[in-house]
């Protein structure tokens, strides 16, 4: 079973957050990680009570791997997500290159 | 240039306060995700990757510099700082915070701006020539047209809720810089034999999934029948436009499987019954709206000749920038001045908010206070005297804003792409930036010569790459960024949709292949043949030849 943990973006001002221990976390570091198909959907469950609750729109899970010593998502546009964009939008700097 | 009236007024303050109340009654809980999107919809307000997106119209692309400082002033205060120009001849903000979205709004409110149809399957800002009123080749000026459609369909009760987006250009010159045959309806500007003005009515383009371009449906509307006609489509199209499945719910697709003639039919029997209505434009409100438009108190003067030639002559980097960045005016001794916000190591369309403020203070000064903005993500100065050309050039190059290559290889149409938005596939910018980078010499871009550029990031094809002489669409593939590239595509009078070259590139080797198609046209040109032109003699297999002779 791959490592899951639950994204979102908070309501008032649309940020990428992430499930944590003591609620929503813009560091995907201090996310909950479901290693269980059972914990995920655990995990997803407390995620839709803070949309009743209006703080966050939209949860859903994603894949996260280790890489360094760090939790990173599996997916680009996970990462993307996490990590801001790629490029130095507006200021006319060059691209930061991901793999 | 256009002014609010009491009634546009009230109307976009009054939405302004209904906004406020929705966007209050969400964070209360008032509302739920599933009430409120629709409602957010209908003022601009996408949830992107990592934040709310905010996009503003721009009526057919034209600013006063009090609006652009505006932008500036929203871009630093609610923003990171800058904003980012689009194909639709709008502006968006990619961080704002939903709570301060009505903050925004009644500050653009102020300059006589709003958010509203900027999404949803609404009709969206009417798109125009950036050079409307001052293109040397001008039959008539499109804003005005494009004004009095913005005035019929804003909050048009009958047209809220269409299949889905539904988009209009206007030009009024001889060449299409509008890409007017890439839109639901686009209109040229005509004169028929007798000389009375009208328009040469297209219908069904659109890019996306399936990509078309617009048919004739009508050689010549009489101009007092505007509105009426654009009426008749959109009930045929209201009516029989596909709402059961989001990929063939565009008019093209409803055009395209009734054939135009059927089309052309159904339109015209909604028509004759509303022809002689109330929407007939009367010579009055035309003159009214016209007089908006009329041109600004220019000077008398003589082209300025030797002084500008002796500039030319000294300054070779000005001279480039005058080839390459002006373009004829209506008015002797005034010029069209392009200013490129395609910087090597810069994103398309992206500007500060200094280079905001920096501008409108330009604008003020040299261009009687107007700049349009263009679908190709560029800004125009519509009224510079040629004299203050040199002046101009010098200013922009201290803002970071002369780039000589309007039209040029660089001058790269890219969507945001997965950088932003949560429908992309694949990155666009990156890709833009490199293959700027790549063919950055300005010298080499020069003996290239016109050459379209157009990259988007998933198919709905924002960055228009059905209609770039070398376009671009990002694709996944196994959770790897590829680019399927289409060849021969162009977005003019002469309009073609690209064909799709072969398998896609990965990121690592698709700015090598861009570079081998212009390498391909170089050596098989005609003197001073364009590489549209070029491409259409020849065809795709020299191309193909060298892009796939490895594999």
């Avoid at chain 2, 003022?43 to 997106?53: D, E, K, R, T």
């Amino acid at each position: 079973m791959n490592l899951e943990v639950v994204t979102a973006n908070r309501l008032k001002d649309g940020r990428t957050v992430y499930l944590g221990e003591s609620g929503w976390s813009e560091n995907l570091e201090e996310a909950r990680l479901a290693g269980s198909a059972a914990a995920a959907q655990a995990l997803l469950a407390l995620a839709e009570r803070s949309v009743e609750r209006n703080e966050v729109v939209g949860p859903y899970l994603i894949e996260v791997i280790e890489e360094g010593g760090h939790l990173v998502p599996a997916r680009r546009r996970e990462r993307i997500r996490a990590e801001g964009p790629t490029v130095a939008a507006g200021s006319g700097r060059q691209s930061r290159e991901i793999v | 240039m256009y002014r609010y009236d009491q009634f546009d007024q009230r109307l976009v303050d009054e939405r302004v306060a209904q906004f406020r109340d929705q966007v209050r009654r969400r964070i209360a809980g008032e509302l739920s995700d599933e009430e409120f999107k629709p409602l957010r919809l209908m003022n601009g307000v996408y949830l992107q990757l990592h934040s709310y997106m905010l996009r503003v119209a721009i009526p057919y692309g034209v600013l006063s510099a009090l609006q652009l400082r505006k932008l500036a002033h929203l871009a630093r205060t609610y923003d990171r700082g800058y904003g980012h120009f689009t194909t639709r001849q709008n502006i968006q903000f990619h961080w704002v915070r939903l709570e301060e979205t009505p903050d925004i709004l009644a500050e653009l409110a102020e300059v006589e701006m709003h958010a509203i149809q900027t999404s949803g399957n609404s009709l969206r800002n009417t798109t125009a020539d950036q050079y409307a009123g001052v293109a040397a080749d001008e039959i008539a000026d499109p804003r005005v047209y494009a004004e009095i459609i913005r005035q019929w369909a804003t909050l048009h009760p009958e047209f809220s809720f269409l299949p889905r987006k539904f988009k209009i250009a206007v030009t009024g010159g001889a060449r299409d810089r509008a890409a007017v045959k890439t839109h639901d309806i686009g209109l040229f500007i005509r004169r028929n034999a007798a000389g009375e003005l009208g328009f040469e009515v297209v219908v069904g383009g659109g890019q996306g999934r399936t990509p078309f371009l617009a048919k004739t449906l009508r050689k010549f509307l009489p101009e007092a029948d505007l509105l009426s006609y654009i009426e008749a489509i959109l009930r045929v199209y209201n009516e029989f436009g596909r709402r059961d499945n989001i990929y063939k719910a565009r008019i093209k697709i409803l055009v395209h499987e009734l054939g135009i003639e059927k089309f052309a039919e159904l339109v015209e029997a909604e028509w004759a019954a509303t022809r002689a209505g109330a929407l007939r434009l009367p010579e009055a409100e035309l003159a009214r709206i016209r007089a908006h438009f009329a041109s600004p108190p220019y000077e008398e003067i003589a082209p300025p000749g030797a002084s500008l030639e002796a500039e030319r002559r000294a300054d070779p980097a000005f001279a480039r920038w005058l080839r390459h960045n002006t373009a004829a005016h209506v008015k002797p001794g005034y010029a069209i001045a392009n200013i490129s916000l395609k910087a090597t190591g810069a994103v398309p369309g992206d500007i500060s908010a200094g280079q905001m403020e920096a501008l409108a203070d330009l604008a003020e000064r040299l261009s009687f206070g107007e700049i349009r903005v263009t679908h190709e993500q560029n800004l125009t100065l519509p009224y510079v005297k040629a004299s203050e050309l040199y002046t101009l050039w010098q200013a922009l190059g201290t803002l970071g804003l002369a780039t000589p290559n309007i039209g040029l290889a660089s001058d790269i149409i890219a969507c945001p792409g997965l950088d932003f938005c949560s429908l992309a596939n694949a990155r666009s910018i990156p890709i833009a930036q490199r293959i700027a980078e790549r063919l950055k010499d300005v010298e080499r871009q020069e003996a290239i010569g016109e050459l379209r550029i157009k990259i988007s990031g998933c198919i709905n094809a924002c960055g228009h790459h059905h209609v770039g002489h070398i376009g671009l669409l990002g694709v996944d593939k196994q959770g790897e960024e590829f680019y399927q590239m289409t060849l021969g595509g162009h977005a003019e009078e002469d309009a073609s949709l690209g064909t799709i070259i072969g398998p896609a590139f990965s990121s690592a080797d698709v700015v090598d292949a861009v570079e081998r198609v212009v390498e391909t046209y170089l050596g098989l040109r005609a003197p001073g043949e364009r590489f549209i032109d070029a491409y259409r003699r020849v065809g795709a297999q020299p191309f193909k030849d060298k892009l796939y002779a490895a594999h």
